[in-house]
């Protein structure tokens, strides 16, 4: 049963804590993605990575990690430096291009509550 | 401070009708666009594809329009169901690099 999957779909913590969002795919996708989606609002792009071992910011990175030691893995790190971190986050992997498609697949999303 | 959320673009059909939703791309030298379809509290879900070779491409029930003179996509739904009540987005790939800019996205309401 292929896809991508995104836990926990609820996190809570306390200001000034790291976290960290789980992304993992069995889809074999060279690229993955993280998006930040607030109530109202399209998504924003916080890091993409293309290959293992490498990784881009995107348009919304202040606050954000990433790692990209696995291929089907793409953990992101919401750090205390992030100011307004409560929001819903998306993970996407894509075939990097492969083809006619750039169609990128979606995670459920973590919805993350900083108080 | 607490930021404000936006109030999303709305259309409101009644059930059994054709929806029309419309979007404005940025950049002429996008290359691809996709809609998504996304339910509340869940992850965008692929609905249909088209590249900028294309002016229409056709699914089951839906239809993509591109009109690249005026930078404008449009997805119409046929038959529309309360299933279909979703936010839908846009979104434009740019170049080889395989990212996705999207759009603010429209809530599309079915009211039986």
């Known amino acids: 049963d292929g896809g991508i999957t995104q836990s926990p779909k609820y996190l809570f913590r306390k200001e000034g804590q790291n976290v960290t969002l789980s992304c993992e795919q069995n889809?074999?996708?060279?690229?993955m993605y993280w998006y930040r989606q607030d109530p109202g609002q399209g998504l924003r792009l916080i890091y993409y990575s293309q290959i293992v071992n490498d990784f881009q910011k995107g348009d919304i990175a202040e606050g954000y990690s990433v790692s990209r030691e696995k291929k089907e893995s793409f953990p992101l790190t919401v750090t205390s430096a992030q100011k307004n971190p409560t929001a819903f986050y998306l993970c996407a992997s894509s075939s990097r291009g492969g083809g006619d498609s750039y169609e990128q697949y979606f995670g459920p999303g973590t919805r993350l509550t900083v108080t | 401070g607490e930021s404000v959320g936006l109030h999303l673009p709305t259309l409101s059909v009644q059930e059994g009708d054709n929806s029309i939703i419309n979007c404005a791309y940025s950049?002429?030298?996008?290359?691809?666009f996709i809609w998504y379809k996304q339910e509340s509290g869940k992850g965008p879900q692929f609905i249909i594809d088209?590249?900028?070779?294309?002016d229409k491409r056709q699914g089951q029930r839906v239809t993509v329009l591109l009109n690249k003179t005026v930078k404008h996509l449009s997805l119409q739904i046929a038959a529309t169901q309360p299933g279909d009540s979703a936010v839908y987005f846009c979104a434009e790939n740019i170049g080889q690099g395989g990212k996705l800019i999207f759009g603010q996205g429209t809530e599309l309401s079915v009211k039986p």
């Open positions: 088209i590249r900028s070779n294309m």
């Open positions: 889809l074999n996708h060279d690229a």
């Open positions: 950049n002429s030298a996008s290359d691809y």
